[in-house]
């Protein structure tokens, strides 16, 4: 399987099951595009009459691209199919928990699928027994992997901070002990930032995501706080104490885009001229009937941003000012290995959330949902069907992902978006895969170029 494109004056093909990534000229793209379904004599006869190039050109061309596939460059057959099939019977380790300290927020943000932090149920704080009996339920699950994560997560976790440096003490305490290494992660809205809270997260979390919008009336709209009132000029003074602070890195700045902002890169923009490098942009999930719903009338618009966003990138980088979109983070020469492009996040089977109460679901985004709980911290996974349902969540079990070329880029696609757009964790959330394509299209662009930038400037040097 190929796929080609055209983008910022290059023509792009991938061979999808070697990650091979080609630039040609018109030619070749187009004899590529051909190649499967036209005999030579039919290229020779279509490209002659389109370029008006001598015959022995264009079979110099077809030659070429023969032996990319006979090198397994181009063309190259789909080796991983029967290896998703095993993924229900295959054994998992419980490598990550997600710990919802605190199920209760001091922002009334709208569009948040958490209900405000409530989660469709009551308020709580987790206690340092649950989060405690949740660490050792994770050690005991964790078999021989010694690299363990926890994400402090919530509503707003900073609202029960002092659970959360009791269980990271904790944790560094028994890691001799019990031979893992903790890496911790936090995610906050900012408002209860303060010194106290910067020198924990400095000494001891390997990343902080931190919540805006971008511009100021952009993510006043939406995040408010429960008096009403907007919360950017309280927390984006914190966001860059905390930046300056931790040294530009170990961090990324995470927003919302809406129907109200399809021209979210001003924001991404706005947010690097604050000084933030690290950055993430995410598309709204919400019912369709929500007035800041995404629409398929704002597809062109987004898919134009993301390429506006793909080349100021470009510009920043040569001018010696670059910054990270999260999205775009791709590596070609390697990357995550073939079980992990097949299978994903692995929520629900690798990675699980834990409420306040000690419950364990699938993943953040299925807390509260009955069907989807997986048992308890104390009893451990109960509830083994839902976890065989989520073994099948691969690029292999969506028959929407047979024939698309960036299965092994989304490996599937998120289970919790294809449950809440088609009421099945192994559908597919159409709108998504949209926007991911174009996003990795963008992101194999920037490739390209880059390799290009490099070869001149080692011409130059």
């Known amino acids: 399987m190929i796929h080609r494109y055209k983008q910022n004056g290059y023509n792009i093909v991938l061979d999808v099951f070697s990650g091979s990534v080609h630039v040609v000229d018109d030619l070749a793209y187009d004899i590529i595009g051909m190649y499967e379904n036209t005999d030579t004599d039919g290229i020779i006869a279509a490209m002659t009459e389109k370029y008006g190039v001598d015959a022995s050109e264009i079979r110099d061309c077809i030659d070429d691209v023969e032996e990319l596939k006979n090198e397994g460059k181009l063309f190259t057959e789909d080796e991983y199919e029967d290896l998703a099939f095993d993924f229900k019977a295959r054994n998992t380790v419980v490598k990550a928990l997600c710990l919802h300290v605190a199920h209760t927020c001091n922002l009334n943000c709208e569009y948040c699928f958490a209900?405000?932090?409530?989660?469709?149920?009551?308020?709580?704080?987790?206690?340092?027994?649950v989060a405690k009996q949740a660490i050792d339920f994770l050690i005991e699950n964790s078999g021989s992997r010694r690299n363990l994560e926890v994400d402090f997560f919530g509503g707003e976790p900073l609202m029960n901070f002092e659970v959360v440096k009791q269980i990271t003490a904790y944790c560094r305490s028994i890691e001799k002990e019990k031979g893992k290494n903790f890496r911790f992660t936090l995610t906050t809205n900012g408002v209860l930032l303060d010194d106290e809270v910067i020198d924990f997260a400095n000494k001891e979390c390997h990343n902080v995501v931190l919540s805006?919008?971008?511009r100021k009336e952009v993510h006043d709209r939406l995040r408010k706080t429960v008096n009403g009132k907007g919360s950017y000029d309280t927390i984006v003074p914190k966001f860059r104490h905390f930046v300056e602070r931790r040294g530009n890195k170990g961090y990324y700045i995470r927003g919302t885009f809406t129907h109200n902002n399809t021209d979210f890169t001003e924001d991404i923009f706005h947010m690097a001229d604050l000084g933030f490098t690290e950055l993430s942009m995410e598309p709204v999930v919400c019912p369709p009937d929500d007035p800041y719903a995404l629409t398929y009338d704002d597809l062109p618009v987004l898919f134009e941003q993301y390429e506006i966003l793909a080349k100021d990138m470009l510009r920043r980088e040569k001018e010696g000012k670059p910054i990270t979109f999260y999205h775009y983070m791709l590596d070609l020469s390697s990357g995550p290995c073939i079980y992990k492009r097949i299978s994903g996040c692995g929520s629900g089977t690798e990675y699980m959330a834990v409420t306040p109460w000690g419950d364990l679901y699938p993943c953040h985004q299925f807390v509260g949902y009955p069907d989807y709980l997986l048992g308890n911290v104390y009893d451990g996974v109960t509830n083994p069907e839902v976890q065989n349902e989520f073994k099948l969540c691969n690029a292999y079990a969506r028959p929407?992902?047979?024939?698309?070329w960036a299965k092994l880029y989304c490996s599937g696609g998120c289970a919790a978006n294809a449950y809440h757009a088609t009421g099945s964790v192994t559908g597919t959330y159409q709108y998504g895969c949209e926007l991911f394509k174009k996003r990795i299209e963008c992101a194999i662009m920037m490739k390209v170029a880059q390799a290009e930038n490099n070869n001149e400037n080692e011409v130059t040097a």
């Not at 209900?115 to 027994?129: P, V």
């Not at 929407?400 to 698309?404: A, P």
């Open 115 to 129: 209900s405000q932090g409530k989660y469709h149920g009551d308020r709580a704080l987790m206690s340092f027994e």
């Open 212 to 214: 805006l919008d971008g």
């Open 400 to 404: 929407d992902c047979r024939d698309c």
